[in-house]
DNA sequence: TGTCATCTTATGGTATACCATGATATGGAG
DNA sequence: CTCCATATCATGGTATACCATAAGATGACA
């Protein structure tokens, strides 16, 4: 009975799901710019989907937080919470300390050998020296952390603040020298998690998220001593930016 | 036919603003039952609006977490996420303490006359004995105690488990003997922001938590030996729900 | 020439109509 | 009574049409 090599992929994927897709990885990607309207009709046409699809996407991405509505004027792509990093990154260190800790209490060999799995990946991506991949690699390994951790609704909670912070969490992986010191934390989470260690799998979770902390940190004050940019400026914005 | 019980009077701020704020507080009050069935074209008659606002409202409710989309039926009322309320509660616990610690640490005196009054409403709530407004004053209370500790991060990432929670509250603010503990354990958390002494305001904070925890723990149980209810049943449903 | 009123246009908001598909219910044939 | 064909319904998707408003363009008058 069970012979599965003909039936229906069950899981098509409505028109709707592919266009929200496409918008966040657009939106994440940096190929609208922050601040940047995103009028619905040419919208359709970009997308190729009718305005429908695109204003029910949209509404979906405004809840995410991800879109803007102007009022009076409509969506545009959200511009980062800059006035809000310090707590994000506070609530970024809670969860995923307590992730690592239940990680180390309760993993079983399997969950840890898959995240030494992913941690490898983490580090080719590394070695690619592509940002993009660091942070794809990067948010695989803590989904599987938080996974392990049976922490699922905590990764929801932290993947939605990382949409907040999309830019700034790509500013740090892009600054100089960031990449010996954030492998090098990594391992310190991992060995604690393979030795069983729920408070240092905690705390080293915790210096990694402050470390990233305070790269942001030094990031915004230069970018704001300096061309005042990260806010999202409304000069000639990229127009028809193909997707 | 026409029931106009939930129909919207259209004058002030956008019809999907008001069909949106309207269909939350149905659903979160139980207007709906969990698991009932959502049809678009009829909900268009309920609350008097067209298909396209129905449908974005329905988007966002959607990724708010009170809709859930059933694959080739729709949307539906989201039934309350039982495998995960444990660890709501955890992180419940560790906001709203870490809130109360900041609140005590860094709260001016005019917020703490702010608090010490929408804790007197709570009061007067807890003594009408109508859970609802339990509820609702429950909630100004802890959104002024965010608002103090100027955590507004955390606040939304705590309304947003608590519609996931909601039946639990309802059942908790409605169970036998809640009432006397429940005000204890709130007045500890303000006496401790009072006096300044942050760490004792998040361990107060954090019982209450867990106490909360407990009765829903075993109004859980107790529903799941008994009537095996709450997981929403899938007989004869309430049908037109006159709201 | 400068200011103000008006017109136009772009946009968002709303309402409908239409189609194809998949799910369910119904009712008749065997 | 069972099983299958059909009808019905709900949904996803699309295309338009209409209206209100805000921004920008135009033009008249002081």
Redesign the pocket.
Same mark, same amino acid.
């Given at each position: 009975m069970a012979d599965d090599t003909l039936r229906i992929d069950r899981s098509a994927k409505?028109?709707?799901?592919l266009a929200l897709e496409r918008m966040r990885e657009a939106i994440m990607d940096f190929h609208f710019q922050p601040g940047e309207?995103? /009028?619905? @009709?040419?919208l359709?046409n970009q997308l190729g /989907?009718? @305005?429908?699809?695109v204003?029910e996407v949209l509404r979906q991405l405004e809840t995410e937080g991800l879109v803007q509505?102007i009022p009076?004027?409509?969506?545009a792509v959200a511009k980062p919470d800059l006035g809000r990093t310090d707590e994000i990154y506070e609530l970024r260190a809670l969860l995923e300390g307590i992730a690592a800790k239940a990680c180390a209490a309760s993993a079983t060999d399997d969950q840890i050998a898959l995240l030494d799995a992913t941690l490898a990946k983490l580090l080719e991506a590394w070695a690619s020296g592509v940002p993009a991949e660091v942070m794809r690699a990067t948010t695989k390994f803590y989904e599987a952390l938080f996974e392990s951790a049976d922490k699922r609704v905590a990764w929801e909670i932290v993947s939605g603040l990382n949409v907040r912070i999309n830019q700034l969490r790509s500013m740090t992986i892009a600054s100089a020298n960031r990449r010996e010191p954030a492998i090098a934390e990594m391992h310190e989470i991992m060995d604690a998690i393979r030795s069983r260690k729920p408070e240092a799998a905690e705390a080293a979770a915790r210096r990694h998220v402050e470390s990233a902390w305070n790269i942001a940190r030094t990031a915004l004050l230069v970018s704001g001593e300096g061309k005042a940019d990260l806010l999202g400026r409304d000069e000639a914005h990229s127009g028809q930016s193909s997707l």
């Open positions: 409505t028109l709707r799901t309207r995103l /009028v619905e @009709r040419p359709c /989907v009718s @305005r429908s699809v204003r509505m009076g004027h409509g969506p």
